[in-house]
């Protein structure tokens, strides 16, 4: 029997929890949903440039799962991008922590 996953901690819910191409009409697009955790580690790396280790610790994960989810969010985003498909945010596995960020 696995372990039960530890919640990741995020700053917040994201205000917006959705972007599409523009020009293509919502029915007849495909979704790629990026969970909230998937969202904060794209900000916390990328967006604002922390190194992995201390968005781990942010995120309250070890490094190499800090590292899986980013991979798993990057591959969502290039799918999106590179398809044409729109983005969903939404779900996961998370917990908020207000004041620690």
């Given amino acids: 029997m696995p372990r039960p996953c530890k919640r990741r ?6 205000e ?7 020009g293509v ?4 697009l495909e979704e790629v949903i990026l969970t909230v955790e998937e969202f904060e580690a794209v900000k916390l790396k990328d967006f604002m ?4 280790v ?3 610790e942010k995120m309250n994960v070890s490094q190499p799962t ?3 989810i980013l991979s798993s969010a990057r591959k969502k985003l ?5 398809n044409g498909k729109a983005i969903r945010i939404e779900g996961g596995n ?4 207000r004041g620690r960020f």
């Fill in 9 to 14: 901690f995020v700053s917040d819910i994201p």
């Fill in 16 to 22: 917006v929890s959705f972007f599409k191409p523009a």
């Fill in 25 to 28: 009409r919502l029915r007849d």
């Fill in 49 to 52: 440039g922390l190194d992995q």
């Fill in 54 to 56: 201390a968005c781990a």
């Fill in 66 to 68: 800090f590292h899986r």
């Fill in 78 to 82: 290039a799918d999106a991008i590179v």
């Fill in 94 to 97: 998370f917990a908020l922590r």
